[in-house]
């Protein structure tokens, strides 16, 4: 199996920038395609971006398109998140997720998920 812990979230202020950071362990990483989601408390969890297995194809979210950015170093087992511009309303849990192949922007596509990591965006 593959095993999954995000790092990276905090306080930050309105406007500002932080970078998520997921690391992988167990199989061959660039086996898999990853997303990155987020949940709120009260709220469903909702798509943010997934990233094609060698990093070049991604598809973000509207809400967070032009603002936050994916990437993945295959060689580091690791996946990354940048936010920027970042609003009080992008204040959530983060996860990141891995699937054989292709990605998805459905939650339930997902095999293995992190634990997550806590972004809290005051104004």
């Known amino acids: 199996q593959v095993q999954l812990v995000e790092s990276g979230g905090g306080l930050v202020q309105a406007g500002g920038s932080l970078r998520l950071s997921c690391a992988a362990s167990g199989r061959t990483f660039s086996n898999y395609a990853m997303g990155w989601f987020r949940q709120a408390p009260g709220k469903e969890r909702e798509f943010v971006v997934r990233?094609?297995?060698?990093?070049?194809?991604?598809y973000y979210a509207d809400s967070v398109k032009g603002r936050f950015t994916a990437s993945r170093d295959n060689a580091k087992n690791t996946v990354y998140l940048q936010l920027g511009s970042l609003k009080p309303e992008d204040t959530a849990v983060y996860y990141c997720?891995?699937?054989?192949?292709?990605?998805?922007?459905?939650?339930?596509?997902?095999?293995?998920w992190g634990p997550g990591t806590q972004v809290t965006v005051s104004s």
């Open positions: 997720a891995a699937r054989p192949y292709s990605s998805s922007p459905d939650p339930a596509a997902y095999e293995y």
């Open positions: 990233i094609s297995r060698n990093g070049v194809s991604t």
